[in-house]
């Protein structure tokens, strides 16, 4: 079987998965013009908490549910499956075991980005992938990271095998959306219809409200 050559990752905690998400993940397809994107829900963050309200397993099958419209969208459970935190390197590592003549797009927004070099070991993901830095609306400034090599999404499009070490930025206007936002809207047994795909809506309001203690 050919193995698709453009191909995006997209990590998170998707505690719980919400439009924001699924914006990002199109907006790849459609201005990158990607043949895949894998979406790697984590099973236990590297640096930060998760809210306890869903399993992985579940938070897992809410974002599988959420795609599943698209068959071009898959949902891997590389991190959901391990006992253990996953880092993106390991990810980036997994990608290479099974992909090893590829190389990934790491997709993120501009606030992940800044943070990069804080990741665990860090800088060896300019040699295992390139990133595509997304903005929300009303968000333009992207923290300048060194050493990695800036591309213009004319380039990024006409490019042939490019290897790994380039950032793209993307203006995709995304939802002002956060997970935090959406948990506490759920806690206060407000509607998620604007801010969560409808076909998991109801059950991600009933399980945060009713775990919150509401």
Known sequence: ???????GLFGGSFDPPHLGHEALVRAALDQ?????????????????????????????????????????????DWEVSQSEPVAAIDTLK????????????????????????????????QKACNVAVFSRTGERAVKELSNWE???????????????????RIDADLPDISATVVRNMAAEGKSL????????????ESRYRVESGE
């Open 193 to 204: 219809e604007r801010l969560v795909n409808s076909r998991i809506c109801k059950e991600v």
């Open 94 to 125: 997994q990608f290479r075991d099974i992909c090893p003549d590829t190389v990934p797009v790491w997709l993120c927004g501009a606030d992940s980005f800044a943070t990069m070099e804080q990741w665990v070991d860090y800088p060896k993901h």
């Open 32 to 76: 990158l013009k990607l043949d895949q994107v894998w979406v790697v829900p984590a099973g236990q963050p590297v640096h930060r908490n998760l809210s306890g309200h869903a399993s992985a397993e579940l938070r897992m099958a809410w974002a599988q549910e959420m795609f599943s419209d698209s068959p071009n969208i898959c949902v891997k």
């Open 1 to 7: 079987m050919k193995v698709a050559s453009r191909i």
């Open 150 to 168: 800036c591309l213009s999404l004319e380039q990024w499009r006409l490019g042939n095998s490019i290897g790994p070490g380039h950032v793209i």
